[in-house]
């Protein structure tokens, strides 16, 4: 990804994003086949490595996991907050309308996970992050005995090793701080959640 030095996040600020914007796009290529790519949730987990590994699945009648058993690199594509700025939101001078957004990208090789306790776990864990611990929370346990292990079969769990994260803050930082401060009061009175939360994300990156 094309990141200037002054749009650069760090690896922990990734992983922040990541965990906040799970739904993902996963892109796999190589030579011998098309691009192919599915929107999908990928959990974030710190297991011991480096840079961690994504968790997700994706149905069996899709072709893309297919790729997987090759040696190729895939790319998992994350975004956060984004939201237009308007030239006139600056102080006065020749100058351009923009858009500023978080982003991280994510590359690894898929290892298909085989056996069904691995696939169970996978989806328990995705089921688990987003249900929350709470006494009426789904899990797998309510399924019948059984039903889970049939269902399974009719998708491919999976994990991402991640060889390396790039992470793109670019929320106006090469602008003076004037700037900067003039388009974040703007964002916050606009309508929608991801203009309220861009103004937030540049606040977190005022000098």
């Known amino acids: 990804m094309y990141i200037p030095k002054h749009f650069e996040g760090s690896e922990t600020v990734g992983r ?72 006139t939101w600056y102080t006065p001078g020749t100058k351009v309308p923009t858009w500023n957004y978080v982003t991280v990208h994510a590359y690894g090789r898929p290892q298909i996970v085989e056996d069904t306790a691995g696939a169970l776990g996978v989806l328990a864990k995705l ?19 059984g039903n889970a292990e049939a269902q399974s ?10 060889a390396r994260v790039e992470t793109k803050l670019k929320l106006s930082q090469n602008r003076d701080l004037e700037d900067r401060q003039r388009v974040i009061a703007k964002l916050e009175v606009q309508e929608g959640d991801d203009a309220q939360a861009t103004a937030k994300w540049m606040k977190r990156v005022l000098p």
């Open 153 to 162: 079969r009719g998708i491919v769990a999976f994990r991402l090793p991640l």
């Open 16 to 87: 922040e994003i990541m965990q906040a914007h799970a739904w993902a796009l996963l892109i796999t290529a190589d030579e011998a086949a098309a691009p192919m790519a599915t929107h999908l949730v990928l959990l974030w987990q710190d297991d011991g490595s480096e840079h961690g590994c994504l968790l997700g699945h994706m149905a069996r009648a899709n072709p893309h996991w297919k790729l997987f058993t090759r040696p190729v690199e895939s790319l998992a594509l994350f975004w956060g907050p984004h939201a237009y700025v308007s030239p």
């Open 127 to 145: 089921a688990a992050q987003y249900e929350g611990g709470g006494p009426q929370s789904w899990g797998l346990d309510r399924l019948p005995p």
